[in-house]
C-alpha cells in the first residue's frame, strides 16, 4: 500500500461560490511535505459532515469518492512501474497530464535524486563532490538525457567528449565512467529499463604509476618555507603538503583535523577517517609535530575542537602545489595525494616494514599498501627499530 494519505476538506478559508457553497479539496500528503488538489466539487456548509469530512449527500459523495480512487489508480500504477513515491509524482498524478514511463524520465533527475540519497546515507563529502562533477560535466556534453537514452554510443561519445574536449586523460575520466555506472546499477536495482553499456565499454584505467618526492626533492621544497610569507596561501598550501608527507593523511582527513585528534603526550594522531569511516591512529613524527605547533597560537588552541588547517579547494591545492615545485627546481606534476604515496615510499626506504606502514595509512589489506609503494620492497625484510625519515 502507498505511504500517503488523503482527506477530504471543506475549504471555508475560499471566498463562498456565488452558489454559496464551498470548494472541496483533497489535501494529499507524502511524508513531511502536503499538496492541496481541488476536486471541482462544491457543498453548502451545511451539508458537510465535518466528523466524517465528507459530504452528507449520497451522490455528491459518491462523485468525491470516485475523484479519491482515480488518484489511487495512478498513483499505484506510477508505484508499480517503479516510480518513487515523492510528492511531485501525486501532483502529476492528480493533473490531468499523462505520466511518464520511469525510462522516459529525465537521466538527470535520478541521478540528483540518487546522490541525495548518498547524502543521507553519509557517503563521504569528496565522493559526493566527485559525482557532483561528474554531474556538471554530462550537462556540458548534453543538456538533456532521458534514462531511455542511456546506450553505448552515448557513453563512447562523451568519453570522446571529455578526452578531445576537455583535454581528460585516463585518470581523470575513470571516476567520472564508475560514478556513471553505478548510477545505472541503481537504475537496473529499481527495475527500470535500462541499456547498461558498462557490460561492453572498458573504463579507461588510470595511470598506475604514481608520482612521490624522494627524501632530496622533500628537502627542496621544505627549504621554500623561508622564501614565503607565512600569511601568504602558498605557505599554508606548502605546510598542510609537508605535514601530509610527515604523517600520510589524505587530505580530506588533513582538511577535517582538529586539535582535538591530537594526542601531544603520546605523539598520536587519532581520527576516523572520511573516505573509509574507520579509525586511523598513526605517529605524530617530530616534524609533523613541528608544523602544527606553529599554528597551535602558541598552543592555546590545544585539545580545543578547531580544525588545523584551512580548507583549500583540492583546485587550488594542486595549482598552488605546481608553482612550489617550479620554485623548488623539481620535475614532477605533483598533486596533493603526492603525499601520502611520499610518505609511505621514504619509510620502506628507511627500513620500515609493510605491515607498520599499512597501520599508519589506515589500509585495510596489504595489497593496498603495496600499490603505495615504488621502492623495491625488499628493503622492508626487516623492520628497523627506529624510524629517522621524520625525526
Not at 7 to 13: E, G, I
Not at 107 to 115: E, I, R, W
Not at 375 to 389: P, R
Request: a positive charge; one cysteine or more.
Amino acid at each position: 500500500m502507498a505511504e500517503y494519505s488523503m482527506t477530504n476538506w471543506m475549504r471555508t478559508d475560499k471566498p463562498k461560490k456565488r452558489n454559496g457553497k464551498y470548494p472541496i479539496y483533497l489535501r494529499i500528503r507524502v511524508k513531511n511535505k502536503e499538496t492541496k488538489v481541488p476536486t471541482g466539487l462544491d457543498v453548502a456548509k451545511e451539508r458537510w459532515d465535518d466528523k466524517r469530512k465528507e459530504p452528507k449527500d449520497k451522490a455528491l459523495l459518491i462523485q468525491l469518492n470516485k475523484k479519491r480512487t482515480e488518484i489511487d489508480l495512478r498513483v499505484n500504477r506510477a508505484l508499480a512501474d517503479g516510480q518513487a513515491l515523492t510528492i511531485d509524482l501525486i501532483k502529476q498524478c492528480c493533473s490531468e497530464r499523462k505520466i511518464l514511463k520511469p525510462e522516459n524520465q529525465s537521466f538527470y533527475d535520478y541521478y540528483l535524486d540518487f546522490v541525495e540519497r548518498k547524502k543521507k546515507e553519509n557517503l563521504d563529502s569528496e565522493t559526493i563532490r566527485v559525482y557532483k562533477t561528474t554531474y556538471n560535466i554530462l550537462k556540458e556534453f548534453r543538456s538533456e538525457i532521458l534514462i531511455s537514452d542511456i546506450s553505448l554510443s552515448l557513453i563512447e561519445n562523451f568519453d570522446d567528449y571529455m578526452q578531445e574536449v576537455r583535454g581528460n586523460a585516463s585518470g581523470g575520466r575513470n571516476p567520472k565512467h564508475k560514478n556513471l555506472r553505478t548510477v545505472i546499477l541503481d537504475i537496473e536495482k529499481h527495475n527500470i529499463p535500462v541499456d547498461n553499456p558498462y557490460k561492453w565499454f572498458k573504463i579507461p584505467q588510470a595511470n598506475t604509476k604514481e608520482v612521490y618526492l624522494d627524501k632530496t626533492e622533500l628537502q627542496a621544497m621544505r627549504s621554500l618555507r623561508s622564501k614565503l610569507s607565512h600569511s601568504s596561501t602558498m605557505y599554508k598550501v606548502l605546510q598542510m603538503y609537508l605535514f601530509s608527507c610527515y604523517c600520510g593523511l589524505r587530505y580530506s582527513d588533513v582538511i577535517d583535523l582538529k586539535w582535538s585528534h591530537i594526542d601531544f603526550e603520546k605523539n598520536l594522531i587519532k581520527k576516523e577517517m572520511i573516505k573509509t569511516r574507520s579509525e586511523v591512529i598513526t605517529p605524530l613524527f617530530t616534524m609533523a609535530r613541528a608544523v602544527i605547533l606553529e599554528m597551535s597560537d602558541e598552543k592555546k588552541l590545544i585539545n580545543t575542537t578547531k580544525k588545523i588547517f584551512h580548507k583549500y579547494s583540492e583546485t587550488t591545492i594542486n595549482q598552488t602545489l605546481a608553482k612550489l615545485t617550479q620554485m623548488a627546481k623539481i620535475d614532477k606534476h605533483i598533486t596533493y595525494h603526492s603525499s601520502r604515496h611520499t610518505f609511505a615510499t621514504l619509510l620502506v626506504q628507511d627500513g620500515t616494514d609493510i605491515y607498520t606502514i599499512s597501520r599508519y595509512l589506515g589500509h585495510k589489506s596489504i595489497d593496498m599498501t603495496q600499490r603505495y609503494l615504488k621502492y623495491d620492497l625488499s628493503v622492508a625484510i626487516n623492520s628497523a627499530k627506529e624510524i629517522k625519515t621524520f625525526g
